[in-house]
């Protein structure tokens, strides 16, 4: 995208110095051998997030027919890479169709003339309706989804929906919702700093306090790209992230402070023009935070994040002769709460009549599906939450 984006920005943005860089020099793909060792590598090291794949890249062709310079063959094993490499570990996003011109949707040319207005990155410049920002948004999914890539969410690229933002969050849910029934869809678009939280936001709530509630999942990141920059030429900052020791850096402040601790950064920048300097300092950060902090953090997809947040804010309790009823709109793995129960041998029915028995662990680390915790202050559960009425109470 580097290579491809580069001459299109500099274009719409005639004034701006990094668009003036030297992309002829770059690279015009990231290969699958590094697709390949960067999956492989987070595969074995536990790693889950989400990546990006551009529809109609920079206008160079289509996904889902053909893209020039690449022999159809090509193409679908790339595809077919991401499918059986990246998927079961990473969500799919689009980063709407072209990343750089916006597109006509009746004749899938890019709009003239080439300016700030008609570039993606700051889409839309006028208000529009929300019907329109919905069908943009499903033009950009219906592409992955001929690719056979599943999304659950959408990234945004640059400042695309700032004129719109709470119309967004209901486009996102309009479309994702549309094209892959996804029961909670979420988007990637907004940069947390400071003290600010970086919990998930769940916006265009509907129907609250029922079992049909429904919402769009707004999924910040937690620090800036320090890596090696969207177009893979800057100098990585590993320790902006982490020190060497764990102690230090925007994640072990999140860590920290019990806050969801997402890192930002670009394709390009794990790659850096064929340098692989930032992927080198993201491996560093990645076994310091799986040494330091492996007893306190877990992994998960942007889905997942979203899921378990909406799980957190939607479930309603109940405690009733020993008995602690809950009533839950959506299903989420791994769900753990603290528990007004007493220690005993614990089991967790739901109304389909299905029995989990859950087990004592020794130790917080040790919780999974099925098990419990005690602390001086009750009991930590940790269960599969399935949707629906459930009951967590004592063996008969």
């Known amino acids: ?83 059986t490499l990246m998927l079961p570990n990473w969500d799919i996003h689009p980063e709407m169709i072209t990343h750089t011109r916006i597109i006509d949707l009746n004749s899938g ?87 600010e939280s970086t919990e998930p936001v769940l916006e265009n709530l509907q129907n609250e306090n029922t079992m049909s509630v429904t919402a769009t999942a707004n999924v910040p990141a937690g620090t800036g790209d320090w890596f090696g920059g969207w177009q893979g030429d800057e100098r990585p900052r590993g320790k902006l992230y982490l020190s060497d020791d764990g102690q230090s850096g925007r994640m072990a402040e999140l860590i920290q402070r019990r806050s969801p601790a997402l890192m930002l950064c670009h394709w390009p920048g794990m790659y850096c023009n064929g340098k692989k300097t930032g992927f080198t300092e993201f491996q560093a950060i990645v076994r310091t935070l799986n040494n330091v902090y492996r007893d306190q953090t877990i992994w998960m997809k942007l889905s997942e994040i979203a899921r378990y947040w909406a799980a957190k804010s939607w479930t309603r309790f109940k405690l009733s002769d020993s008995k602690l009823h809950m009533t839950a709109p959506i299903a989420a793995p791994l769900f753990t709460f603290r528990c007004p129960l007493d220690a005993g041998e614990l089991i967790a029915e739901h109304e389909d009549g299905s029995i989990l028995e859950l087990h004592e662990v020794q130790h917080r680390s040790q919780l999974e599906s099925g098990t419990w915790f005690e602390e001086e202050d009750g009991l930590v559960v940790c269960l599969n939450l399935p949707k629906g009425e459930s009951m967590l109470r004592y063996a008969e």
């Open 109 to 195: 040319r890019p709009v003239e003339p080439v300016n700030a207005s008609t570039m993606e990155n700051s889409f839309p410049r006028v208000k529009i309706s929300t019907d329109e920002l919905t069908a943009y948004l499903a033009y950009a999914l219906r592409i992955l989804k001929n690719c056979g890539l599943p999304c659950e969410g959408i990234t945004t690229p640059g400042g695309f929906g700032n004129l719109m933002k709470p119309e967004l969050s209901v486009a996102v849910y309009q479309a994702v919702r549309d094209v892959f029934q996804a029961e909670l869809p979420h988007y990637f678009k907004y940069v947390r700093e400071g003290s």
């Open 1 to 83: 995208m580097g290579h491809f984006c580069t001459p299109q920005f500099a274009q719409a943005w005639p004034d701006r110095a990094e668009y003036q860089k030297p992309w002829q020099s770059w690279p015009r793909e990231i290969p699958d051998a590094f697709v390949r060792e960067f999956g492989q590598w987070c595969g074995e090291n536990g790693v889950k997030g989400k990546y990006s794949i551009v529809p109609y890249p920079a206008c160079v062709g289509w996904l889902d027919r053909e893209l020039p310079g690449w022999t159809r063959g090509q193409l679908e094993s790339s595809l077919e890479l991401v499918r």
